[in-house]
């Protein structure tokens, strides 16, 4: 399994531990894992891809 698979797993994670709250902060720690992890998995891709172009 490559980073980007187990990165995308974490997410999946993250979105099942969210109570799905009426109204989500940016400070919810769900939030910030979450946007980070989507971060991650963005540069991962990006990295990944460019190498390909190589």
């Known amino acids: 399994m490559n980073t980007?698979?187990?990165v995308e797993k974490?997410?999946?994670a993250v979105n099942d531990l969210c109570g799905h709250?009426?109204?989500c902060t940016p400070e919810c720690p769900?939030?910030?894992?979450?946007?980070?992890?989507?971060?991650?998995?963005?540069?991962?891709?990006?990295y990944?891809?460019?190498e390909q172009e190589i």
């Open 21 to 23: 709250c009426p109204v």
């Open 10 to 12: 974490a997410v999946n």
């Open 4 to 6: 980007v698979e187990q």
């Open 30 to 46: 769900i939030a910030v894992a979450r946007r980070a992890l989507e971060g991650y998995k963005y540069d991962l891709q990006s």
């Open 48 to 50: 990944y891809q460019g």
